[in-house]
């Protein structure tokens, strides 16, 4: 039997000698206070240590969440991409790999600002492809129309339903 303190009482009983034994386990009672209070001054000490540790592991989260997300991107688009466009693009994740291991906060930094320029660089292919698509469509679904279209006021009937 458990009771809501989770001290667990524990009873048997032989029924061929009628004997009962029963015992009572409880939990012990825990940290002394100085134990708490060194428990504390090893966090405060080391809270800057700690600190510059959770940079590094966000720094190396992030680097492998841009992999993932270039990587799909890449293979979602590789169509509309010249040959050396996707090897080049395929190439800087490799590069990149590497280096996200690191522990140097500065080295991953680095390897994030120059994957992201290559990155990019797909993001650019992309965007270029689709405004050449939509100037070649020619009137109002060209880039021009669009924007002047956009910037000019649009009279609209509405009705209010409950």
Do not use: C, W
Request: charged content about 40%; proline content about 2%; hydrophobic content about 30%.
């Amino acid at each position: 039997d458990i009771d809501a303190n989770g001290i667990l009482n524990v009873k048997a009983l032989d029924k061929g000698t009628g004997k009962e034994q029963s015992i009572k386990i409880e939990s012990s009672s825990g940290l002394s206070e100085e134990e708490v209070e060194k428990m504390k001054r090893d966090a405060e000490a080391n809270a800057e240590q700690d600190k510059a540790r959770r940079e590094v592991v966000d720094l190396q989260n992030e680097l492998e969440q841009l992999v993932h997300s270039t990587r799909k991107q890449l293979e979602e688009n590789k169509d509309k991409l010249s040959e050396d466009d996707v090897k080049e693009i395929e190439a800087a994740p490799e590069e990149l790999e590497g280096k996200r291991t690191s522990e140097d906060k500065a080295a991953l930094e680095s390897a994030r600002d120059e994957f992201a320029k290559k990155a990019q660089k797909l993001g650019e292919i992309l965007y270029a492809q689709a405004q050449q698509d939509a100037e070649s469509g020619g009137g109002p679904a060209g880039a021009e129309g669009a924007d002047a279209a956009a910037s000019e006021p649009v009279d609209a009937d509405f009705e209010v339903k409950n």
